[in-house]
């Protein structure tokens, strides 16, 4: 007898961290998604020479963590893998939104959303189920995911979102057929209103890149 998959349903609790403060100065709200192998806490260290007075930089934690090597000493974490895709999804965009709700946004501040590696696929699936008015997407070096439409990005075209795909040109998970299949999807999801940025470089963040997005 083959095996049964059962399903249950329960609480649970995960972290996030947050870089400066949220203030009557604030001018820019950043959610920052970070890539497979990373910690949220870490992941905020790319976003430190951003001027503190102007920007909050929140970053959500990928649930699913573990150790990087065999060592067992470094931990990373990851959002999602081919395994019950679509039930982890449900889980992770519940959790951004409890994210998204505790930290009280103000409607009156830019926000940017900035996904790094897999942390791409994520704001993406995320976005495409909030409908979040965004003043910036950022899609850096990640793919995107083959089951969103563009039908449910046409609220960003309606509220004049900046939309920037981010990749460097020796990166070594994008080859040359596959940048030219996302920047097609790309094309596609956006309808041409996406800019894409080259930059020297692998797969990596570009920290002096950031401000040129504000």
Same mark, same amino acid.
């Given at each position: 007898?083959?095996?049964?998959?059962?399903?249950?349903?329960?609480?649970?609790?995960?972290?996030?961290?947050?870089?400066?403060?949220?203030?009557?100065?604030?001018?820019?709200?950043?959610?920052?998604?970070?890539?497979?192998?990373?910690?949220?806490?870490?992941?905020?260290?790319?976003?430190?020479?951003?001027?503190?007075?102007?920007?909050?930089?929140?970053?959500?934690?990928?649930?699913?963590?573990?150790? &990087?090597?065999?060592?067992?000493?470094?931990?990373? *974490?990851?959002? =999602?893998?081919? /395994?019950? $895709? %679509?039930? +982890?999804?449900?889980?992770?965009?519940?959790?951004?939104?409890?994210?998204?709700?505790?930290?009280?946004?103000?409607?009156?501040?830019?926000?940017?959303?900035?996904?790094?590696?897999?942390?791409?696929?994520?704001?993406?699936?995320?976005?495409?189920?909030?409908? &979040?008015?965004?003043?910036?997407?950022?899609?850096? *070096?990640?793919? =995107?995911?083959? /089951?969103? $439409? %563009?039908? +449910?990005?046409?609220?960003?075209?309606?509220?004049?979102?900046?939309?920037?795909?981010?990749?460097?040109?020796?990166?070594?998970?994008?080859?040359?057929?596959?940048?030219?299949?996302?920047?097609?999807?790309?094309?596609?999801?956006?309808?041409?209103?996406?800019?894409?940025?080259?930059?020297?470089?692998?797969?990596?963040?570009?920290?002096?890149?950031?401000?040129?997005?504000?």
């Amino acid at each position: 007898m083959d095996p049964l998959e059962k399903q249950v349903r329960y609480q649970t609790t995960n972290t996030y961290n947050t870089l400066n403060n949220l203030t009557a100065k604030t001018e820019n709200i950043w959610m920052v998604f970070h890539g497979i192998g990373y910690l949220s806490r870490y992941f905020l260290k790319y976003f430190d020479e951003l001027s503190p007075i102007e920007n909050y930089i929140i970053a959500p934690q990928a649930p699913s963590k573990y150790y &990087l090597n065999s060592q067992y000493r470094y931990v990373g *974490a990851s959002w =999602l893998t081919k /395994e019950n $895709t %679509a039930l +982890e999804t449900q889980n992770v965009i519940a959790y951004l939104d409890a994210v998204f709700a505790i930290e009280k946004i103000p409607d009156d501040r830019r926000l940017i959303v900035f996904g790094y590696s897999q942390g791409v696929s994520i704001a993406m699936r995320w976005l495409a189920r909030k409908q &979040l008015k965004c003043a910036h997407v950022i899609l850096y *070096a990640g793919g =995107l995911p083959d /089951e969103l $439409t %563009a039908q +449910e990005f046409k609220f960003l075209e309606q509220n004049g979102t900046h939309i920037t795909l981010v990749v460097g040109n020796q990166d070594e998970y994008l080859t040359e057929e596959r940048r030219i299949k996302e920047a097609s999807k790309m094309n596609v999801l956006f309808n041409g209103r996406a800019k894409q940025v080259i930059f020297e470089g692998g797969h990596e963040i570009k920290k002096e890149l950031l401000n040129t997005f504000l």
